[in-house]
Every structure is written in C-alpha cells, then in structure tokens.
C-alpha cells in the first residue's frame, strides 16, 4: 500500500473509523506475525528504512523476472505450453540460458519451477544424446521427457481397470472412452452385456485386424499411428473372456465383430488436454 501499519491506523482513527481485528495476526506461533513483532522491530532499530530498501528489491526482483521470461520468449519459448519446447533451441543455449528456458517452460505449463540442483539435472538429462522418449523425469505428479524433437509435459500415467456394461461411455484416468453405435460396424452389440474390462494396453498385446493373418503388436500399430510412448501407456483397450477383443483407432478382433447391418459399436478414444504436442489428430484417435 506504500504506507505503513502505524500510519494507516493513525489515518483511520483521525476520521472515527472502526474496523475489525483479526485474533490470528497477534499469534507469534505463525511466521508471518513472528516477524511482523518480533524481528521487524529490531530491524527498524538498527536499519530504519529496511521496508523501503526491501521494497525496491523486490521491485527490482519483478523486474528481473520479467526480463528473463522475454529472454526465454527470444530463446524459443513456446507461445503454448501444449505445442512443447524445441530440443534444438535448448540444445543450442548455455547452461544458464538453458535453465532459464527450461524453468519458464515449466512454469508456463502451470508447474512450479524445481530446485536449481534438479533443473540443471533435468536440462542434463534432455540433453543427452542416450535420452529417449522413455526416460520420463518425474515433477509435481506429472512427467517431463523428450517426444521426437521436442521435450513435453505429459500425465503420469495411473493404472485403470474398468467394467464395461453397454455404456455410451467410460471416464478413465487420462481421457474418455466413447461407444459410438453405428450399424454393420465395429463390435457386436451382444459384448455389451458380457461384463467386459477396459485396461491400459498390456505390454506384448497383439490384435488381429484380418482373417487368418497373426496378431499385430498394439503398441506398434499405435506407433505407427503417431501415438507417443507415454500415450501408447495409458491408452485403453477392451478385453473380453477369450482375449483382446477392440482397441479404439486400431480395430475390432474379427471373431468379435459384428455382421451384416447388424448394431454394433465402434471404439473412440477422446485424451484428455496434456501439456504436449497433441496426438488427438492421430490416426488412431479418430
């Protein structure tokens, strides 16, 4: 307010004013009010402008922090978190450049920023040429890793088992599976009544898409369907007694589909917004 405690209540008793007081701001067990009686006090003894000088630095630290985000704008800070950061432009930056990169890049994606020790770790980590997409660092409950050319944040995956019981759809931990019915198309609507589960896909899950052809890696299909790895993990698939029966963007197992004009169901996947290049215009998504 750019006045002090003392010149504001010498203000409102001079014009008769009442006002509230707040039992908690005389309790010395909080922090804020320790220091508000007890240190300031003395400070004001030996340093009587300390509150001008503390206000100048933290106008001069606002300031300061305002340059470095311009400085990571011109260093290749995205304009939206969801498109992710270039490992070229981090790659090209000093050290400190690269933090600072880093660090508004985090914040920008509504993180807090890590420590000093563990920015400097995570820009070493994205850094070498021996990361991948499956050296996922872990911060605040989700995941920062590299995603072709670029770094990303993305959900740490939760595991998820659900019963399927002819719903138009299930809310799952990153995103909602949608039933579209549609006739001659997708799985037999007889599944819907036969307790089916949906689980993320399993690692060495095949699919048959043809007749007398052998099961085709899932993760592989999605692969090539543009998913990312930390997606592929979290992508659900529906499994009946026999086996896998459909994945969502890939197919229906042929003993599981449905014939003729026939209702049946066709799988969608809908991902939840994540901090990263979007895969929802993938193949497999649609």
Do not use: M
Not at 54 to 80: F, I, T
């Amino acid at each position: 307010l750019g006045h002090t405690r003392a010149e504001l209540a010498a203000w409102a008793t001079a014009r008769k004013l009442a006002w509230i007081e707040d039992e908690s701001n005389a309790d010395r067990r909080l922090r804020r009010n320790a220091l508000r009686h007890d240190i300031s006090p003395r400070l004001a003894e030996h340093f009587p402008g300390y509150p001008q000088t503390l206000s100048r630095s933290a106008r001069h630290c606002a300031e300061a922090g305002e340059l470095l985000r311009e400085l990571a704008v011109l260093d290749g800070l995205p304009d939206d978190p969801h498109k992710g950061l270039r490992l070229f432009a981090l790659a090209a930056l000093s050290p400190p450049r690269a933090r600072n990169l880093l660090r508004q890049f985090l914040l920008s994606a509504g993180l807090l920023a890590p420590s000093e020790a563990r920015l400097e770790a995570f820009r070493l980590a994205l850094a070498s040429p021996r990361s991948d997409a499956r050296s996922a660092l872990l911060h605040q409950g989700v995941v920062v890793l590299r995603q072709g050319d670029r770094v990303v944040v993305a959900p740490q995956v939760q595991a998820f088992r659900r019963t399927w019981r002819g719903e138009n759809a299930l809310a799952l931990p990153h995103g909602d599976l949608v039933f579209d019915t549609t006739p001659g198309q997708g799985l037999r609507a007889e599944f819907a009544h036969q307790g089916c589960t949906v689980v993320p896909c399993p690692r060495g899950a095949r699919l048959v898409l043809a007749s007398g052809q052998p099961g085709r890696p899932v993760r592989e299909l999605l692969r090539q369907h543009g998913v990312p790895v930390w997606a592929r993990d979290a992508w659900p698939v529906l499994q009946g007694e026999a086996g896998l029966l459909a994945v969502p963007g890939l197919g229906v197992a042929p003993e599981a589909r449905t014939r003729g004009e026939a209702p049946g169901y066709v799988l969608r996947w809908v991902p939840a917004p994540t901090t990263g290049p979007s895969y929802a215009g993938s193949k497999a998504s649609r």
